[in-house]
Every structure is written in C-alpha cells, then in structure tokens.
C-alpha cells in the first residue's frame, strides 16, 4: 500500500505548570496557558495520535494520519498528573509518558532535577559556575583550566556557564563528587525536606496507573536517570532492568514498549540492550522529524517544545511544511 504520509512529528514535553504562580517561577518549565496555546495549534496543524497508533502502525504496518503528531512527556512529574492529563483528556487526546524508577517508586529525587532547582534557587545562576570551580579547586584533583576548555560552551537551551555547571554535575565529576556538590548546593539554595519536595515533584504509581485506565502511556526512562551511553555496564544495566521493574509496577508493558533515552544519550550498544530487554521504540532528542518507514524506531527523533509555535497561527512551522513537501 502506498503510504502518503512518511514522515512523523513527536513533541518533547518537561515541566507543564502555571509557571508564574509557582514556588519556583525561574524553573525552565512551560507554562500552562503556553501548553493549552500549543495544542490548540497542534489540534489545528497536526493529527494527534496515540502511542497505540504509533506502535500498531511499526508493528503492523498499519498507515498512520496525514501530519501525524505524538506528544511525550518526560522524567514523571506531578505536573503531568495535575495539569497536562486532565487538559489531554478534555481535549479527548492521550500522550506517552515517561517516569525513572528511582523517582516514581523509590521516592528518591534524581539528580538531575536537584540541579535544575538549584539552578531555579539560586540568585545568580551565572555564578554556580564559579562557585563549582572554586570548590573542584579546594577538593583538588582537578583540571580546571582543562574542564573550562572541553566544557564551558553554550548548548540548544543553555548558555556556556550554565551548560558548563549541567554538564559538570550530570556526567563529568566522579559519581561522590558529583553527589556531594549536589546535596551541599540543594540543601543551602533549595531544601532540606527532601521528602517534601519528592512527593511535591514526582506523580505516584497510582496516579499513573489512573492516567494509563485514560488511555495515557507509560514508557521506560531509566532508573536513575543516567547518560547512558557514557554509563558503565553495571550502571546501564541496573538502568534497563530498573525501566522494566518500574514498569511492572503500573502495569505497563515492557515487552513491544516504548524508551526514552535519558538526556537523549545513547549508542549502538544501548539500543540493543534496551531492545533486548523487550522494548520495541526508541526516543532520542535529535530535534528532527521521524521518517516511518524507513527510519530506525529504537531511535524516533523528537522536537522540544520550544520548536514549535504556541499559538494558531502566529508563526511559521517549518517543521510542518517539512511534512508537506512530501505528500503527494
Ligand atoms: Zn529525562
């Protein structure tokens, strides 16, 4: 069957929340009334479809609609239970989710999002960079001038200091250095009630069990939220095997299932140990479109939010006209 439409737009959501009105308005997060503008251009651009219709369609073979459209929702915040599954389900569309096992069933906050709080805490963000680099140098053992050179440069979102400080304490420091920056910086700049700000930050395995009952998605994301292609064996295994038993615990499926590689890192050798495992679709964070059927599906591309307009009509989206030129 000729297939008219080969080209698939999937979307990368974070923080969804009413940003302005938050405990922590500086959080690089969407705001709400921002999401509900984007759908409503999604809703009159794009097909949105289901993560169903997504797996029937690279399973089976089955065509997909025209401009076909996935929304994704990574790291299983709250935010995903109390603001975007109700506006998905008034909207009578569903979405795929994401949610590390560390976060969602050990009730543990993932480093990750202890940086970015600080981050959101902190006076002067600029200035972690300095401060890092003033502590690295009291510890000793550190190349400075080196880490400087290979590290501090702008990225997609971030400019050079704070990419520098992300990249420092998400995959560059030993795994107690890291640790130990983390924890000191949090407890001065964000909380010490850990235990309030994970329950505050994180949905629960209910909650995602009620939005799967909607018609929602849950896919694997790690356990603890690590780069995986720059993780040991033992770290990336613990980190699939983590992805399944989380999983398990909601109830949703592992086998023919959906991945996204955290931090969009992975190679050859993650995406066969996580197919191995079972798991049958791959997200990355390219920021391009997803040729159906011909791309590889343990590696579907998807854009940020910020790629896209949030209002009808208000901007070109030349992603859109991408799918266009190829109909026909
Ligand atoms: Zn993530």
Not at 59 to 79: H, I, R, V
């Amino acid at each position: 069957m000729r297939q008219a439409n080969t080209k698939l737009t999937t979307v990368m959501y974070h923080y969804v929340r009413p940003l302005a009105v938050s405990s922590y308005p500086r959080l690089k997060a969407l705001e709400l009334a921002n999401f509900e503008a984007q759908l409503d251009y999604l809703q009159s651009a794009y097909n949105i479809i289901s993560p169903f219709e997504l797996s029937a369609s690279l399973m089976a073979g089955t065509p997909l609609p025209e401009k076909s459209c996935l929304l994704t929702f990574d790291d299983g915040y709250t935010d995903h239970y109390q603001h975007v599954y109700p506006v998905l389900a008034a909207r009578s569309v569903t979405g795929l989710f994401f949610a590390p096992k560390c976060s969602l069933i050990e009730r543990k906050p993932l480093e990750v999002n202890k940086v970015q709080f600080i981050l959101a805490s902190c006076e002067n963000p600029y200035s972690l960079a300095a401060e890092l680099d003033k502590y690295l140098l009291e510890l000793g053992g550190h190349d400075i001038k080196l880490l400087r050179e290979n590290y501090f440069a702008p990225n997609r979102f971030d400019g050079p200091e704070v990419a520098y400080f992300k990249r420092l304490l998400q995959h560059v420091l030993q795994p107690n250095i890291r640790r130990s920056v983390i924890d000191n910086l949090f407890n001065s700049y964000v909380t010490s009630d850990i235990s309030e700000f994970t329950e505050d930050l994180y949905l629960t395995v209910e909650q995602a069990k009620e939005m799967r009952e909607a018609g929602n998605e849950f896919g694997g994301h790690g356990s603890e939220h690590l780069w995986h292609a720059m993780a040991s064996e033992g770290e990336l295994n613990r980190e699939i095997t983590g992805s399944v038993d989380a999983l398990t615990e909601i109830g949703a499926p592992v086998s023919g299932g959906f991945y996204s590689y955290p931090f969009g890192s992975y190679d050859d050798n993650v995406c066969k140990l996580v197919s191995d495992a079972g798991f049958q679709i791959g997200f990355t964070v390219e920021p391009t479109l997803f040729s159906l059927f011909s791309g590889d599906r343990m590696r579907i591309s998807r854009l940020d939010t910020n790629d896209l307009p949030i209002k009808s009509g208000s901007q070109t989206d030349h992603w859109l006209s991408a799918t266009k030129l190829l109909e026909g």
